[in-house]
């Protein structure tokens, strides 16, 4: 918000699944603080950090794909966790551009679904779209684009007092 764009995870139902932050996490490992816009008009962030020509989002924890249940499990560690693909090798171990997997396997097919919508990451798209452009499209901007903004209580709750809402971006 704000840089201008809003960068979000978006199905192919056309919602917006998840709200794309500088920590979340890209196809090619990296975090999306890690990658740029080359111009203003370039379509997608690259990679400062590898070869990768598009931020691509993909879920950074478990609790993400359902899998709410493994970081409970001891000796458990959160950081070494990849979304998997049907190959069984994580988003990781697959080319960042062409999606193969130094298996074979000829490109990325989830074995998770979205828990907003129960569609698999390929029937997603990460999107940057400007103010103006979420507008023309009747999706929220500003404060109105903020978790739990349309739910007053809740996100007091959640976020209490106005730099706790403020830091969630």
């Known amino acids: 918000m704000e840089t201008g764009i809003y960068a ?4 192919s139902k056309g919602g917006d699944c998840t709200r794309i932050a500088p920590s ?3 196809f090619c490992n990296h975090s999306y603080a890690d ?3 080359v111009s203003p008009k370039a379509p997608y962030p690259i990679c400062k950090a590898c070869s990768c020509r598009a931020f691509a989002f993909v879920p950074s924890r ?7 249940w493994l970081p409970r499990r001891k000796g458990f560690n959160v950081h070494t966790w990849r979304a998997k693909c049907r190959c069984g090798h994580g988003h990781d171990e697959h080319d960042p551009n062409a999606r193969r997997c130094r298996c074979g396997c000829s490109m990325f097919q989830s074995n998770f679904a979205c828990l907003v919508c129960d ?3 390929e029937d997603h798209e990460t999107v940057f779209e400007s103010a103006t452009e979420r507008l023309m499209a009747g999706r929220p901007v500003g404060e109105d684009f903020r978790p739990l903004a349309d739910d007053s209580a809740i996100r007091e709750l959640v976020f209490p ?3 706790g809402a403020a830091a969630v971006d």
Not at 8 to 11: A, D, P
């Open 8 to 11: 979000v995870w978006r199905s």
């Open 24 to 26: 979340a996490r890209c």
């Open 35 to 37: 990658h740029f816009f």
């Open 62 to 68: 478990p609790e993400e794909v359902g899998e709410w």
């Open 119 to 121: 569609l698999k990451w």
């Open 161 to 163: 007092g106005e730099h």
